[in-house]
């Protein structure tokens, strides 16, 4: 278990509402990102972290914003929700080995 | 063309067959991993390797890096190895992974 946690598991919201999903973890990694999964493109990067303040972009950045002010919070937001942004969403670390971990996942549909 | 391809999308076998799920990759690569996803369920990472053989149970991960290829193999299958395989590739410092879309097993008790 590498200690991550994702809120909200569940979310159900409208076009044109911002949204905010939060990624914790208790072991202090480095790096942490963020990857949506979708039928017929799987796991696709979003934006990645490499420590505090530090981010970057990932594959399907546009529409998404992040912020890390401390290293045990990864934030994602979703400024104005689309309808094409309905996906799952998870989190992952990566450890001193370079192994990925990840979240339980957060469900999100833009109704 | 995707840079992670995986064969077959789907597999169906019996109860104690011996499973294989192929990786093939077109780009340089840092370490390719093996993850497993069961129905609604949240994403584990089974093996990390970038040379050779490597074995955890009734797992068993290889690769090739000269063939730019991986295979997944399941010995004595079981109804619980039911799940979406998933074969990524890290690619340089950030350890960024790029995805092959999955195969999912379903095993027939």
């Known amino acids: 278990d590498a200690g991550i946690t994702q809120s909200p598991r569940h979310k159900v919201t409208e076009t044109g509402t911002p949204v905010t999903l939060r990624c914790h973890q208790t072991e202090n990694h480095r790096y942490m990102y963020w990857y949506r999964q979708d039928p017929g493109h799987g796991l696709r990067l979003i934006h990645y972290s490499y420590g505090v303040k530090d981010t970057d972009k990932g594959e399907v950045s546009d529409g998404y914003s992040v912020s890390r002010s401390k290293t045990e919070d990864f934030l994602l937001t979703l400024e104005s929700a689309t309808s094409s942004q309905t996906s799952v969403y998870f989190c992952?670390?990566?450890?001193?080995?370079?192994?990925?971990?990840f979240g339980p996942g957060t469900r999100l549909t833009v109704l | 063309k995707n840079e992670v391809e995986q064969s077959p999308q789907n597999l169906t076998a019996q109860e104690g067959e011996f499973i294989t799920i192929n990786c093939s990759y077109s780009v340089g690569i840092s370490a390719l991993h093996w993850l497993q996803q069961h129905p609604g369920g949240g994403i584990v990472s089974l093996f990390m390797l970038s040379s050779g053989k490597k074995k955890h149970g009734r797992l068993i991960a290889t690769i090739n890096i000269q063939e730019k290829h991986s295979s997944l193999h399941i010995t004595a299958s079981h109804p619980r190895d039911s799940a979406v395989y998933i074969c990524a590739v890290s690619r340089g410092s950030q350890g960024n992974l790029i995805f092959g879309k999955g195969t999912k097993l379903s095993v027939k008790p």
């Open positions: 992952a670390i990566r450890s001193t080995g370079d192994e990925q971990f």
